[in-house]
């Protein structure tokens, strides 16, 4: 199964300026948000998580719960862990604007 998102990240900063901790605890795990916190830009990160996630329902076919889905990175490949199962074909892609996430889960 694949799932694909892209993501504004304006959008994403957006949310971040309206809502704060509120939106970042109903998406991110602590890990993620803690890793954001360490970054130039976390809007862009955060963005490319977001994606990610999204990405992750679409190639399960459902709707799941955001903190659920954790976006994690090992030497600078993301990879997913969901009910603790690891899922490692996540791609993540920043471009000016957007934040893009293709996500291929094998059977």
Do not use: N
């Not at 605890?25 to 977001?50: D, H, T, W």
């Not at 990879?79 to 604007?97: A, L, M, P, T």
């Amino acid at each position: 199964m694949v799932g694909i998102d892209i993501v504004d990240i304006a959008r994403i900063g957006g949310a971040l300026e309206r809502h704060g901790e509120r939106f970042l605890e109903k998406v991110f795990a602590p890990s993620e948000i803690a890793r954001a916190r360490e970054r130039k830009r976390p809007q862009e990160y955060l963005a490319g998580r977001f994606a990610a996630k999204e990405a992750f329902m679409k190639a399960c076919g459902e709707r799941l719960t955001w903190r659920d889905i954790e976006v994690l990175s090992e030497g600078g490949r993301p990879f997913i862990v969901y009910r603790g199962k690891r899922h490692d074909g996540v791609s993540i892609s920043h471009e000016r604007s957007y934040a893009v996430s293709v996500v291929i889960l094998s059977d």
